[in-house]
């Protein structure tokens, strides 16, 4: 019977669904969040609206601030243009001109008044006694401005070469007779400013002048009571001055304070007007409400969640019984619940009980059967597979895995288990295995051969596969029988290859005789000649037959082959061999055994093995191009001479043998002895 874990059981419900407690603690999110995240939107805005209009008053305070300093600058370049057209000045009485412009400096509360030509060279300096020598000018750069442009114009912060002290210049051209003659230059101390800022610049705000150096001309508030006029600005300002407006530059100023820097670019005098206001200003009303909301959200959130977990309590306590009750059905050990709260779970309690029981005895007649089954399945020698509706495979026995070569097997697609081909070659898809056309498509397949390949060896398979229906008709599954028949097929092969080969050197053997006896018969003088030779001829070729069959037909060694030809003519002390282990092929071995026989008797009749003291020296070597370069060498015996006409041997030799080998044969009838050299391909 069937045993189940009620810890597995409990962790698989689980994994399928949620709990009574999460659904209610989903629900109490699903409550509260909407609610929390409307209220959220409203208050982000109505927070965000503000900052917007912060930020937007700051911005109109920002070009505020610089209209009233182009405004204030503006009066001065106009006063310093009524004296750039004082009559004295145009008739060139600079006396004159100097009392007018004294009285201007202590009108305007200037600090000084110069007038200069081109050059730099001051005509007139009110700072300056009325007859001490004056000097060239030192900052000249907004004084050409004036020169080249025609405009009124403003410096940047400069220092006075007398006294150290900070100015600002207002250079306003001056034209006499049409022509721009010289400049007045109406200096500026930077107190002259800070009335504007004090003006402009409401308290938490910093406010600041920049020239276009970045040096600052005016700044408010103080830095620890003193002023930094002169000083460069800082570095998250000055590393945006060549922009014409820049706005809520993240920086520091001076003291720590994290700011909101801005600044705008004044046309008429090219300075920044900047302004700072700390980021609490702008972002601490909107974190704080983000903090003030995000408390009151959770404190909501929390307290539906405890009211959830009240009430999943209650139902928990409700549902225990039955659950436990469910996860024990199907197995030996039944219990009895006590009732509970809710009326309808006791009611399902008890139809729950007879379930189970029923449930209990049919899976122990299930599981019987089953063991019987399996057992019957496992005793066959033949491979079966059972795979159910859904793909899974629900029986398989040790000789299906060992023909599969795998140990286990849970379902169809692991594509390489059944990685079968056909016998033409070509490869099953997943759809096509016999199993799956029984399994899909009701197809009942016999006798279907298959190739597959396990452990890297190809096996050869017959399958057998059939759907198995229920009552109603319909497939729920299907079965398949494989039988090995890879030892059936080797069998047939290797018998077919020993015909074949039988066939061919049969045929082969009878064309070698008939070669020779043709050959023998045109070379012999008579019947008794025509006889011996053609038995001799018989004999060598039964030697290298012997060898060969010795080597079971897979070739022989050169060595060998020249020592068994060679061994009826002499003693080894006439017959001298050396050369490196070669194996020729079988086609080769019929061939050089039949070339040196010829030559061992042409030796033995006529040449060094004829007499007593007679040699013949045999050497094979390994050419680079993989050939073998064979030579015969006699020496010591008879004196050669070229035949008048070339007998079977040298035919056979040179031609026959040559042909049909692929070697080349080169014969010198020295008179020393013969010489024949081959060069032999040994594939």
């Not at 400049?183 to 920049?210: K, R, T």
Request: some cysteine; glycine content about 8%.
């Amino acid at each position: 019977m069937l045993q189940r874990s009620v810890d597995s059981v409990r962790v698989g419900a689980a994994g399928r669904g949620w709990s009574i407690r999460a659904h209610l603690v989903a629900l109490a999110l699903a409550s509260t969040l909407p609610i929390a995240i409307v209220a959220g939107f409203f208050a982000y805005n109505l927070v965000d609206e503000s900052s917007r209009k912060v930020r937007a008053d700051f911005q109109s305070r920002l070009y505020f601030f610089r209209n009233g300093i182009e405004l204030r600058l503006t009066n001065v370049i106009e006063d310093a243009e009524v004296l750039a057209r004082s009559p004295a000045l145009q008739q060139g009485n600079l006396d004159e001109f100097r009392r007018y412009a004294t009285d201007v400096v202590q009108m305007i509360g200037a600090f000084a008044v110069v007038l200069a030509d081109r050059e730099g060279q001051q005509l007139v300096n009110t700072r300056e006694p009325a007859n001490a020598p004056l000097r060239r000018r030192q900052y000249v750069e907004a004084m050409n401005r004036a020169f080249a442009t025609g405009l009124p114009q403003v410096s940047d912060l400069n220092i006075a070469t007398a006294d150290g002290l900070p100015f600002i210049s207002i250079e306003v051209p001056v034209r006499v007779g049409g022509e721009i003659r010289y400049v007045i230059a109406l200096g500026l101390s930077p107190q002259y400013l800070s009335s504007l800022l004090d003006e402009y610049v409401p308290p938490g705000i910093i406010g600041s002048i920049i020239d276009r150096k970045g040096i600052i001309v005016a700044r408010r508030p103080l830095v620890d009571g003193a002023d930094i006029v002169g000083h460069p600005t800082i570095p998250a300002v000055r590393e945006r001055l060549g922009e014409l407006a820049a706005f809520w530059i993240p920086a520091k100023s001076r003291d720590g304070t994290p700011t909101y820097s801005s600044f705008v670019r004044s046309e008429l005098t090219g300075w920044a007007i900047n302004l700072a206001l700390p980021r609490d200003a702008v972002d601490g009303p909107l974190w704080r409400a983000g903090a003030l909301f995000t408390a009151v959200a959770l404190f909501a959130l929390l307290a539906s969640l405890v009211f959830a977990r009240l009430v999943a309590s209650r139902f928990l306590r409700a549902l225990t019984g039955l659950e436990q009750h469910v996860m024990q059905l199907g197995t030996e050990r039944l219990i009895s619940p006590e009732p509970g709260p809710v009326a309808e779970v006791n009611r399902m309690e008890s139809v729950l009980r007879r379930v189970g029981a029923d449930i209990a005895e049919v899976e122990e007649a299930i599981e019987y059967e089953r063991s019987l089954l399996r057992a019957t399945v496992e005793t066959m020698p033949i491979g079966v597979l059972l795979v159910t509706a859904n793909g899974r495979i629900s029986l398989v026995n040790r000789k299906m895995l060992a023909m599969c070569g795998v140990d286990g097997l849970r379902s169809l697609e692991d594509q390489a288990t059944f990685a079968y081909v056909r016998a033409d070659g070509t490869r099953y898809a997943a759809a096509d295995l016999p199993i799956m056309r029984a399994l899909e498509h009701g197809e009942t397949i016999e006798g279907e051969e298959v190739q597959h390949e396990v452990a890297g060896a190809r096996r050869h398979e017959i399958i057998h596969a059939a759907p198995v229906r229920d009552g109603a008709g319909d497939i729920i599954a299907a079965v398949s029988a494989c039988y090995d028949v890879t030892d059936d097929h080797e069998a047939m092969r290797r018998q077919q290859i020993l015909l074949d080969e039988i066939n061919h050197r049969v045929k082969n053997t009878l064309a070698t005789v008939q070669s020779i006896a043709r050959a023998s018969l045109s070379s012999a003088t008579g019947l008794k000649d025509y006889a011996e030779s053609f038995e001799q001829r018989l004999i060598a070729l039964a030697r290298a037959y012997n060898l060969l069959t010795e080597n079971n037909w897979e070739g022989a060694d050169l060595a060998t082959i020249v020592r068994r030809t060679l061994a009826p003519f002499a003693s080894e002390g006439r017959i001298s061999l050396s050369g490196p282990s070669v194996g020729l092929t079988p086609k080769l071995t019929l061939a050089v055994s039949a070339a040196i026989q010829e030559l061992s008797t042409n030796a033995a009749k006529y040449g060094a093995l004829s007499v007593e003291q007679g040699r013949v020296d045999v050497s094979w070597t390994r050419e680079d191009d993989g050939l073998i370069a064979f030579r015969w060498s006699e020496r010591d015996g008879p004196v050669v001479r070229e035949p008048a006409r070339r007998g079977f041997g040298t035919r056979l030799i040179q031609d026959i043998l040559a042909a049909e080998s692929g070697w080349t044969v080169t014969l010198d009838f020295s008179p020393s002895g013969l010489q024949c050299a081959m060069r032999i391909p040994v594939q």
